[in-house]
């Protein structure tokens, strides 16, 4: 992103590089996070003003707009009834991908977690894959939606976060 967009500093706290043995073990009320973290400090912009825009292409992620038919985004039920379908029909329509295949919602929430329905926000700057699990996970994914014989020459293992 261009320095169009507002600038402000921030510390986020990464895994540091001789942190080997990273889990976070979440249940209800508490957590334990094996990881060791360090502190950086950070540039960050608003993308959703940003010029040119992010894209996948040339910031490895991308901004869009939604509507969705769930009404009531803390209700899992309905979350799974609905939005699956919707979130494929998204991800074909912004990367031009033939299947795209979705593993299940998370929900998250800065309040209290105790009920265990609902995950705590990240605590620290994390990927959610890695070069050796990414194709595992897209082998294991794909094979149940295969038609016989069909292959696939690229795969994108990614989080779609919302807002609301």
Known sequence: MDGAAPLTE???NHVRRDSLVNRRFVFPGDEVNTGKFEPHRVAIRNARIANPRPTLATHGFELFQHKSAVRNFADLAEIDAIYPG???EAIKSITGADLVV???ATLRTSADTS???KQ???ADVHCDTSPTHGPKLAHALFQPHAAEGKRYRRSLV???WRTY
């Open 115 to 117: 009920s265990g329905a």
């Open 10 to 12: 921030g510390i986020l």
């Open 86 to 88: 919707e979130i494929v």
């Open 102 to 104: 979705t593993i299940g």
């Open 158 to 160: 990614t989080s779609l």
């Open 120 to 122: 705590p926000p990240a």
